[in-house]
Nanobody, 113 residues
Framework: EVQLVESGGGLVKPGGSLRLSCVASGFLFSYYGMKWVRQAPGKGLEWISDISSAADTIRYADSVKGRFTISRDNTKNTLYLQLNSLKTEDTGMYYC??????RGQGTQVSVSS
C-alpha cells in the first residue's frame, strides 16, 4: 500500500521543540522530492519546506526559516522536520507530501503556554 505516516506531534510551550517523522511505504521514496505543509485552525494549507530526492536542494518558507530543519534518511524511507523555537502561530496539523501528490494523515502540533 502506498502511504505516508506522520508522527511526533504534541503539545509544547512557546520556545519548545518537536521532531516530526514521516515514514513512507509502497513507493521508491529515494526517487522523490518531499515536502512538509501545515494547516492552522480555520486556514488553508501552507507550504513549509521541501527537500529534493538526494537532499541537495532544500527550501523553507520565510515563516519558519532559521527555526525548522527538514531532512531525510533514504535508507529508512523517512522524512523529518525538526521544529525549534516554536511559536503559538506554529499550531496546526502538519502533513508530509510527495511531489506526486500523496499526503499523509497528519500529526497535530499545538504550541501554547
Amino acid at each position: 500500500e502506498v502511504q505516508l505516516v506522520e508522527s511526533g506531534g504534541g503539545l509544547v510551550k512557546p520556545g519548545g521543540s518537536l521532531r516530526l517523522s514521516c515514514v513512507a511505504s509502497g513507493f521508491l521514496f529515494s526517487y522523490y522530492g518531499m515536502k512538509w505543509v501545515r494547516q492552522a485552525p480555520g486556514k488553508g494549507l501552507e507550504w513549509i519546506s521541501d527537500i529534493s530526492s538526494a537532499a541537495d536542494t532544500i527550501r523553507y518558507a520565510d515563516s519558519v526559516k532559521g527555526r525548522f530543519t527538514i531532512s531525510r534518511d533514504n535508507t529508512k524511507n523517512t522524512l523529518y522536520l525538526q521544529l525549534n523555537s516554536l511559536k503559538t502561530e506554529d499550531t496546526g496539523m502538519y502533513y508530509c507530501e510527495t511531489t506526486f501528490g500523496l499526503r499523509g494523515q497528519g500529526t497535530q502540533v499545538s504550541v501554547s503556554s
